[in-house]
């Protein structure tokens, strides 16, 4: 079965500029979340879907938001980007949480803010 | 605050022998604790997931250990193979699903 797909796989914005990422999980599989990888924070919880809702959110500005449509697909935008932005970006699908199966994570999008 | 710990520095094991990793934490008292190993340009991959309430899991050569009184997970690769050589990252989350990564060790197996 096909895994997560996350597009682009890259992306190059500049300072000011707002960016839409999108996450297709896995078939079936109801929860999304989302993820700021960099050297050095590692992986950061960015906020998390589940049937449309978001079910828990971390501690990220207000630029940061996203959204779960019903076929489970999610989008996650950032506006008003600055350099600190720049990450990997990475989408993680589960059929109800994490806690019996873990996530399936998709390859990221490496966003460059310059 | 939470906090998760891992071996920064990379770690270097000879083919054939067993790799311990180690994650420790503070402030949190974790339901869960899972293991995912991330290759370069890769997103992470999950690999075991133990309970609080148990103090040992095993998946072919991996074996991991969680000891929630010394706030501690060991995970072990016995036999190891240099395409066993990654980036290996403890998380933790509680029953609410609210997950906390750590940073990761780099482990390199040596031929």
């Known amino acids: 079965k096909a895994g997560v797909t996350q597009t682009p796989r890259y992306l190059i914005k500049t300072r000011g500029q707002q960016v839409t990422l999108s996450c297709s999980p896995i078939?079936?599989?109801?929860?999304v979340s989302w993820y700021q990888q960099t050297p050095g924070q590692g992986l950061q919880f960015l906020f998390e879907?589940?049937?449309?809702?978001?079910?828990n959110k971390g501690n990220f500005p207000g630029r940061f938001s996203g959204r779960q449509f019903s076929n489970s697909r999610s989008e996650m935008n950032v506006s008003t980007l600055e350099l600190g932005d720049s990450a990997l970006y990475l989408c993680?699908?589960?059929?109800?949480?994490?806690?019996?199966?873990?996530?399936?994570f998709g390859s990221g999008t490496r966003l460059t803010v310059v | 605050s939470q906090k998760i710990e891992q071996n920064s520095e990379a770690l270097n094991i000879q083919e054939g022998k067993t790799a311990t990793l180690t994650c420790n934490y503070t402030?949190?008292?974790?339901?869960?604790l899972q293991w995912y190993r991330q290759d370069p340009g890769r997103g992470p991959v999950f690999l075991l997931l133990?309970?609080?309430?148990?103090k040992e899991k095993r998946k072919e050569r991996l074996k991991v250990t969680f000891d929630t009184t010394l706030k501690q997970s060991l995970f072990h690769i016995t036999a190891s193979q240099p395409a066993d050589s990654a980036t290996y990252l403890c998380?933790?989350?509680?029953?609410?699903?609210?997950?906390?990564f750590g940073k990761g060790t780099r482990l390199h197996i040596l031929p």
């Open positions: 133990i309970r609080e309430n148990e």
């Open positions: 993680a699908s589960s059929l109800a949480g994490s806690f019996t199966y873990g996530y399936t």
């Open positions: 402030n949190y008292s974790p339901a869960y």
């Open positions: 998380a933790l989350s509680n029953r609410d699903d609210k997950i906390i």
């Open positions: 879907y589940f049937s449309e809702t978001q079910r």
């Open positions: 078939s079936g599989h109801r929860s």
